[in-house]
Nanobody
Framework: QVQLVESGGGLVQAGDSLRLSCAFS????????MGWFRQTPGKEREFVAA????????LYADSVKGRFTISRDNGKNTLYLQMNSLKPEDTAVYYC???????????????????WGQGTQVTVSS
């Protein structure tokens, strides 16, 4: 059974940093794209960042470019999202996701991701 489990969320002040983790098990995603999305109540799930697991190529939403960094640890089967200079508008539930194999091109479309975690809450106070 494939599982993606996020952790690392919390309540922080504007300007602070957080690192989210997504530990996965049940299969290899070495040929997949993995990503982070976020969602606030009443809004659609929004793309944040993605990484091609094998090559390390990355893609970011304009709203987080320069502040967030996506990375992965092959040995730990873990995906990370380092979030710096957090803003109140970054407040959301953050989800990690993985595609079922190689998809080209790498996108931020939710339909291109097949596995999802349960989410972790990030709250940024002003």
């Amino acid at each position: 059974q494939v599982q993606l489990v996020e952790s690392g969320g919390g309540l922080v002040q504007a300007g602070d940093s957080l690192r989210l983790s997504c530990a996965f098990s049940g299969r290899s995603f070495s040929r997949s794209t993995m990503g982070w999305f976020r969602q606030t109540p009443g809004k659609e799930r929004e793309f944040v960042a993605a990484i091609r697991w094998s090559a390390g190529a990355t893609l970011y939403a304009d709203s987080v470019k320069g502040r967030f960094t996506i990375s992965r640890d092959n040995g730990k089967n873990t995906l990370y999202l380092q979030m710096n200079s957090l803003k109140p508008e970054d407040t959301a539930v953050y989800y990690c996701a993985a595609s079922n194999g190689l998809r080209l091109p790498m996108t931020g479309l939710t339909n291109d991701y097949d596995y999802w975690g349960q989410g972790t809450q990030v709250t940024v106070s002003s």
